[in-house]
């Protein structure tokens, strides 16, 4: 069974901060990693992907990958509370339509 | 550039009729399309993989004759919940991934409700 777990959470962090999400992963085939966030009854939203390993930054947004540990996470430096939100971590399957392998999200609350 | 759209947004039914929405990429050609549902407090749970010309690629559990998908061009892929009863109520979520590429786009998805 291929998996993709994180933390439920809630993780909470004051306004500012810096939060810090992780995701872990069986597959060790996996070559795409991908980060959405999902606001209450929205659909998800694509925040960031990586391919490599190590980091990649993309404004308070930093994706870190390690492959050897199977780990990817997801850094949001100066969180706003409008951050608030579901993060879903999801995993390609490079076999089977390369369907996405999703994690159940880490909820994030940014207190003001 | 990525835009998907979906269509209803919001769709209230009787039970026993059949439901279709639409899934739409704007700006790009999407060879595959996703459909997932969601229920509340739920996590995403892929239904099918649908490529473009080809029949679609249900998940284990998902009746193929009960959620019918169409995806007849690059552009366009419907999904249809036929006889639909209250258990069906969920919001349905479509993503779309263009050829060579495996970066998914979601739709703003359809919210399902089944009295």
């Known amino acids: 069974q291929k998996e993709v777990e994180q933390n439920s959470g809630p993780l909470s962090v004051p306004e500012g901060a810096i939060a810090s999400l992780n995701c872990t992963y069986s597959d060790r085939g996996s070559q795409s990693f991908f980060w959405y966030r999902q606001y209450s009854g929205k659909s998800p939203e694509l925040i960031m992907f990586?391919?490599s390993n190590g980091d990649k930054e993309d404004g308070r947004f930093t994706a870190q990958l390690n492959k050897a540990s199977q780990y990817v996470s997801l850094l949001i430096r100066d969180s706003q509370p409008s951050d608030s939100a579901t993060y879903l971590c999801?995993?390609?399957?490079?076999?089977?339509?390369?369907?996405?392998?999703w994690g159940l999200g880490t909820s994030l609350a940014v207190n003001p | 550039g990525a835009v998907v759209s979906q269509h209803p947004s919001r769709v209230i039914c009787k039970s026993g009729t059949s439901v279709k929405i639409e899934c739409r990429s704007l700006?790009?050609?999407?060879?595959?399309m996703f459909w997932y549902r969601q229920f509340p407090k739920q996590s995403l749970m892929l239904m099918a993989t649908?490529?473009?010309?080809?029949?679609?690629?249900?998940e284990q559990g998902v009746e193929k004759d009960k959620f019918l998908i169409n995806h007849a061009s690059l552009t366009l892929s419907t999904l249809t919940v036929t006889s639909a009863h209250p258990e069906d109520s969920s919001f349905y979520i479509c993503?779309?991934?263009?050829?060579?590429?495996?970066?998914?786009?979601f739709g703003p998805g359809t919210r399902l409700l089944v009295l």
């Open positions: 990586i391919y």
């Open positions: 649908s490529n473009e010309g080809s029949k679609a690629t249900y």
């Open positions: 700006d790009f050609q999407a060879t595959t």
């Open positions: 999801a995993v390609n399957n490079a076999g089977n339509n390369r369907k996405l392998i």
């Open positions: 993503s779309a991934r263009n050829s060579g590429q495996e970066t998914q786009y």
